[in-house]
C-alpha cells in the first residue's frame, strides 16, 4: 500500500554536498496530500533516529545546510545536503505519517569521513 524507496546515498569528504531522493508508491498517495507530508529522518549507529526536515521546518543540528524539495510528477522527494559534516552520518530515512500510521522506506546511508 505505501512504498518508500531511497536512494542516493554515499560516502562524501566534509564540506561536500549530496543530494538523495525518496520515490513514493501506492494507494496512499492517490491522496496528493499525502505526498507533501513526506519528510526525513536519519539514524546515526548508537544513537535514536532523528526528525530532519519536512515542509517549512528543518532540524536545528541542518539549519539551512539541507533543503527539502519534491516533484510532484515523479512522486520524489529530495533532500539536498550541502557543507556536509562528519557528524551528518547517518542512515537517513523517508517518512510518512497518515492517519495515525507510520511508514518508513529501507533507509539511504550517507557517510561523511575525510
Known amino acids: 500500500q505505501v512504498q518508500l524507496v531511497e536512494t542516493g546515498g554515499g560516502l562524501v569528504q566534509p564540506g561536500e554536498s549530496l543530494k538523495i531522493s525518496c520515490t513514493a508508491s501506492?494507494?496512499?498517495?492517490?491522496?496528493?496530500?499525502?505526498?507533501?507530508?513526506v519528510d526525513w529522518y536519519r539514524q546515526a549507529p548508537g544513537k535514536q533516529r532523528e526528525f530532519v526536515a519536512k515542509?517549512?521546518e528543518y532540524a536545528p543540528s541542518v539549519g539551512d545546510r539541507f533543503t527539502i524539495s519534491r516533484d510532484n510528477a515523479k512522486n520524489t522527494v529530495y533532500l539536498q545536503m550541502n557543507d556536509l559534516k562528519l557528524e551528518d552520518t547517518a542512515r537517513y530515512y523517508c517518512?510518512?505519517?497518515?492517519?495515525?500510521?507510520?511508514?518508513w522506506g529501507q533507509g539511504t546511508q550517507v557517510t561523511v569521513a575525510s
Open positions: 517518512h510518512i505519517a497518515w492517519n495515525g500510521l507510520h511508514y
Open positions: 501506492g494507494s496512499l498517495f492517490s491522496n496528493r496530500g499525502a505526498f507533501q507530508v
Open positions: 515542509r517549512y
